[in-house]
């Protein structure tokens, strides 16, 4: 997928020149301005790739000129690369978002957290799988039964067709089917598992309930296995790029947050009628 430039923020490349101007005043000048004319790092999609030919050195030179170059530009190439996964990330939440507001539009309620046996109660399917005709994956969800568990024999073959916006772009690698999109359910949490809930029941706001978040802990993307919510215990952790995380809100925001953050907080965030003011979070 590709993003508008002021989603992603500022060119990696073209910032590139900034990182090796720190290398004006040493004896690898020459160098240096040869790899601010043609950069050997090249951005496609999430991943970076280096080309680059070392000129001939004598071989009574003490240290490569090309090495210090190089070793001088992996800071930079490491914050390159994190800016690029989270910009990636937040765009995987944002289309999250949208489509579940999509699926509001149609059905006058966000989807249950699961699709449940209407006889037993039991999940069977996540609700990954409930909005597949909103992130453009109408074909893939006519496949599934749903009225079978998600690792029956059938569903289960499904499984390691896992959409793009699924895959997150610091921890999976494609043909992975494990997803790190999950959201908080029961105990006024945004989402009950086996009912819609409607957005007036958000009387704290929806730009103050967190819908989606990146947790560290990866589940099979049609797995209805999501994160039940108690108010009384501990939160799971969250995935972290450069020690942060980013959340959907139920507005349909996308904000990051530094980690760790106070738990108590996002609590707060997480329950969407608990009448309690939040403090500003850092």
Known sequence: ??????????????????????LAGLAILNEAENLLKNPPITLAGT???????????????????????????????????EASQRATSMNNLKFIA???????????????????DKKTGKPLLSWRVT???????DALYKQF?????????????????????????????????????RLFYGKGAAFELDKSVKIPTFTDGTSN?????????PVVWTNPNELAFDPTKALPKMLSIDGKFSAAYCD???RTFKMPIDQEILKLLIQ?????LIPEVP
């Open 252 to 254: 349909g925001s996308v």
């Open 145 to 181: 039964k749903l009225d079978e568990p998600w690792d029956s024999e059938h569903n289960l073959k499904l499984a390691k067709n896992m959409p793009n916006v699924y895959l997150h772009p610091k921890a999976n690698k494609p043909g992975d089917n494990k997803t790190h999109y």
């Open 131 to 137: 909005i597949l005709p909103y992130i453009e994956q």
């Open 47 to 81: 991943s970076l790739k280096a080309d680059y030919t070392a000129p001939q050195i004598s071989s009574n030179a003490l240290i490569p000129t090309t090495a210090i170059a190089i070793g001088m530009m992996l800071p930079a190439v490491a914050k390159v690369r």
């Open 1 to 22: 997928r590709v993003f508008p430039k002021d989603q992603v923020g500022a060119n990696p490349l073209t910032d590139l020149p900034e990182f090796l101007a720190a």
């Open 209 to 217: 309930t967190i819908m989606v978040v990146e947790a560290e802990e």
């Open 98 to 116: 949208l489509s579940m507001h999509n699926y509001e539009l149609t059905y006058n309620g966000f989807p249950a957290a699961a699709i449940c």
């Open 272 to 276: 969407k009628n608990d009448g309690k």
